[in-house]
Antibody, heavy 118, light 106 residues
């Protein structure tokens, strides 16, 4: 049974760094073809793809976030991470992690709400 | 970046009505995925590889398309189909989602 769960700070101030953790079970990020991605969704709005990390440590980022993103993984502990530097109110959203295995995201976490406010 | 434009943005359908949701890509893509998101829930994979139904998806749903034009069709609308549907292209980075179509019951 594949599960993913996101965790984060809940609220943070502008200019701080947002650190998110995705803890998963039921698969391994060392399996050939496996990947984990991060997607966010501001309240009442659409989905925005942020980044992917693959079994071979290949990483891809959304260029619209201008080098603010860093994705990483800890295969031994079944976790993936996303950092977003220099946050502002536009980064307020629900953040999802999701597993991708050949066919795109087929398992999603429940999402974690992040609010950026002074 | 490939931009996906979904139409209509919102629509209402009566029970039993045939529904078609569209996703237009700014450049050709190899295939399209569709996701269903109900209010307050995470998105669910609904259709992958343009026309393959994800596990548990009723067979009144179908997907089709090629190149820059893709669609999701419901042969006979049911109340449980009320949701927002998003298309996602994985052909090239950055992966991109369409803006979504909100489907309501008439």
């Amino acid at each position: 049974q594949v599960t993913l769960k996101e965790s984060g700070p809940g609220i943070l101030q502008p200019s701080q760094t947002l650190s998110l953790t995705c803890t998963f079970s039921g698969f391994s990020l060392s399996t050939y073809g496996m990947g984990v991605g991060w997607i966010r969704q501001p309240s009442g709005k659409g989905l925005e793809w942020l980044a992917n990390i693959w079994w071979d440590d290949d990483k891809y980022y959304n260029p619209s976030l201008k080098n603010r993103l860093t994705i990483s993984k800890d295969t031994s502990n079944n976790q993936a991470f996303l950092k977003i530097t220099n946050v502002d109110t536009a980064d307020t959203a629900t953040y999802y992690c999701a597993r991708t295995f050949y066919y795109g995201y087929n398992y999603w976490g429940q999402g974690v709400m992040v609010t950026v406010s002074s | 970046e490939i931009v996906l434009t979904q139409s209509p943005t919102t629509m209402a359908a009566s029970p039993g009505e045939k529904v078609t949701l569209n996703c237009l890509a700014s450049s050709s893509v190899s295939y399209m995925n569709w996701y269903q998101q109900k209010s307050g829930a995470s998105p669910k994979l609904w259709i992958y590889g343009t026309s393959n139904l994800a596990s548990g998806v009723p067979n009144r749903f179908s997907g089709s398309g090629s190149g820059t034009s893709y669609s999701l069709t419901i042969s006979s609308m049911e109340a449980e189909d009320v949701a927002t549907y998003y298309c996602l292209q994985l052909s090239s980075y950055p992966w991109t989602f369409g803006g979504g179509t909100k489907l309501e019951l008439k």
